[in-house]
């Protein structure tokens, strides 16, 4: 495994703020930027607070790598991070990783393409799950699809590689509630019950399993059935 290399925390600062930024966390700090000649992307991420062990032998940004690195041991595309630095005052990790290809499922939506990626995505999601990956982070923004390479993750920190009925039923809980928060439609206009469908179709459960899990998702069903009576 990489180990951080030490630099001058001003340097995380220049060198994020001469690149192109992606999104800023809360406070208009730079979270992540693009070097796009070189399609490399820059992520910072702060050295959690709380225990010393956590803050400098287990961050997100080790977590980050290394599950990057797991989910590709079990054959699912993500990438492989080129740079690991740590600012001397031992407050910001900086991570350095190439772009990988495609748009995520949100931009998808917004670009009108997203109705044909749907079934796919409910057929990878399952088969993560079967790999028993719980992708604690797997709404919308987090899963990138091309035609050509098919799915990657990106955002690989909060992983966990066991897997159960309840977090299978968590996990789509989380990607359905996320499409809601973000007050975009595209899952309720495809129908939550024929992305669940399309799930099952993949996963190769007990009709135990299956039944709990639509039972954790019922209030989306109702939401799908007063959408469908009122057309
Ligand atoms: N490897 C990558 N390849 C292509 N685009 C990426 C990559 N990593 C990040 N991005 C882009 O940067 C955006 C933000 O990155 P990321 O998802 O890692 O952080 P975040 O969205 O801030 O975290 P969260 O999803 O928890 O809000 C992504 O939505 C995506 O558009
Ligand atoms: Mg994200």
């Known amino acids: 495994m990489m180990k951080p290399k030490r630099i001058p925390a001003a340097e995380i600062e220049d060198i994020l703020s001469s690149l192109k930024v992606i999104c800023y966390r809360a406070g208009n700090q730079i979270k992540v930027a693009i070097d796009e000649p070189t399609n490399t992307i820059y992520k910072r991420f702060p050295l959690q607070?709380?225990?010393?062990?956590?803050?400098?032998?287990?961050p997100a940004s080790r977590k980050f790598i290394r599950h990057a690195e797991r989910v590709q041991a079990l054959g699912f595309k993500s990438f492989n991070a080129k740079g690991w630095y740590r600012g001397d005052d031992a407050e910001h990790d900086l991570i350095v990783y190439?772009?990988?290809?495609?748009?995520?499922i949100y931009d998808l939506a917004k670009k009108g393409s997203v109705k044909e990626v749907l079934p796919l995505l409910a057929a990878y999601i399952a088969k993560l799950h079967e790999r028993c990956i719980y992708f604690k982070?797997?709404?919308c923004g987090n899963f990138l699809y091309?035609?050509?390479?098919?799915?990657?993750?990106?955002?690989?920190?909060?992983?966990?590689?066991?897997m159960g009925w309840r977090r299978r039923a968590v996990a789509i809980e989380y990607l359905f509630a996320h499409t809601e928060k973000m007050n975009v439609r595209f899952l309720e206009e495809y129908t939550h019950e024929r992305f669940l469908k399309d799930y099952f179709a993949a996963a190769n459960l007990s009709t135990l399993a299956e039944k709990y899990i639509r039972a954790r998702l019922r209030r989306f069903f109702s939401a799908d059935h007063a959408r469908t009576t009122k057309e």
């Open 98 to 104: 190439p772009a990988l290809s495609g748009h995520s």
């Open 137 to 139: 982070a797997g709404h």
């Open 49 to 58: 607070r709380g225990s010393w062990y956590r803050r400098l032998f287990n």
């Open 146 to 162: 091309s035609k050509e390479d098919g799915f990657s993750l990106i955002d690989t920190e909060n992983m966990r590689f066991r």
